[in-house]
């Protein structure tokens, strides 16, 4: 079993930063890809970023140049430095993980996510 815990979300005025957490623990050999997805109220969740293990990111058009995403894979956790933020960009903020299993593939999974509020 696995589980995906993110963290840091909260209350934050435009233009403002936050910084989010994720770790995945339990029964984990390797993880491949990690992202961020968000869902405001009445939308379909949304890619925010996305990196894989080698480090590469890339960006949703609307977070690129404010939002930056890393990765530790010692501690197999994710983060997301959030700049600049925008009403807008207000959401629950989820983190998955997509874990390895060999040949048996991989699977993905995903935390309860963390509310961002951004008041203007």
């Known amino acids: 079993q696995v589980q995906v815990v993110e963290s840091g979300g909260g209350l934050v005025q435009a233009g403002g930063s936050l910084s989010l957490s994720c770790a995945a623990s339990g029964s984990i050999f390797s993880i491949n890809d990690m992202g961020w997805y968000r869902q405001a109220p009445g939308s379909q969740r949304e890619l925010v970023a996305r990196?894989?293990?080698?480090?590469?990111?890339s960006y949703s058009d609307s977070v690129k140049g404010r939002f930056a995403i890393s990765r530790d894979n010692a501690k197999n956790a994710v983060y997301l430095q959030m700049n600049s933020l925008k009403p807008e960009d207000t959401a629950v903020y989820y983190c998955n993980a997509d874990v390895l299993y060999g040949v048996r593939g991989s699977y993905t999974y995903w935390g309860r996510g963390t509310q961002v509020t951004v008041s203007s």
């Open positions: 990196i894989t293990r080698g480090g590469g990111a």
